[in-house]
């Protein structure tokens, strides 16, 4: 596996539409593998193909949800989960929606505040090329809309009702 470059703005690569991945190869699970590892070493919670540089249809999450209401903040943290999703579609959205603030590994040293749906449905398929369809809530939600838009040449500096300089990094990027 290997670390790739993360390209950043004003590259217009980011403002390009990607493609769908039509062919499920070594070269696509290669690519796979090589964003897990890119976001990984970021650190990011999640990576789109063309945030390397490759206009394909494909995004990589890994993130752990935090239990709401935690009446005992001794428990540990729950285990990270990953999702790698290729040719994602939201196929649902709630009309149910939130703000919240983010980042993007792709728009370093600014943060926004972007309103999101709080759950969605996205079908897609994974490295093998099966169908799969997740029911998503909360901030993985808000992470596959981020990721999905980097998909369609959209930054969330589009869309934030305001952005800023945070003074230190306390949101994760996407
Ligand atoms: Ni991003």
Not at 154 to 170: C, G, K, R
Request: net charge negative; charged share 30%.
């Amino acid at each position: 596996m290997t670390v790739r470059k993360i390209i950043t703005v004003p590259d217009e690569v980011l403002r390009r539409k990607a493609r769908e991945v039509k062919i499920f190869d070594d070269n696509l699970r290669t690519l796979i593998d090589d964003m897990v590892e890119t976001m990984r070493d970021a650190p990011g919670v999640g990576l789109a193909a063309p945030q390397i540089g490759v206009l394909e249809q494909v995004v990589v999450i890994e993130f752990a949800e935090a239990k709401e209401n935690e009446e005992n903040e001794e428990d540990e943290a729950p285990p990270p989960k990953l999702y790698v999703v290729v040719n994602p579609e939201i196929a649902r959205m709630s009309s149910e929606k939130v703000m919240g603030v983010e980042g993007c590994l792709s728009v370093p040293g600014i943060v926004g505040d972007v309103e999101r749906s709080t759950s969605i449905v996205v079908k897609g398929k994974n490295r093998n090329g099966q169908k799969i369809k997740l029911k998503l809530n909360g901030w993985v939600a808000r992470i596959f809309q981020h990721e999905i838009d980097h998909l369609t040449g959209v930054l969330f500096t589009d869309l934030a009702e305001s952005i800023w300089q945070p003074e230190e990094d306390y949101v994760d990027n996407v």
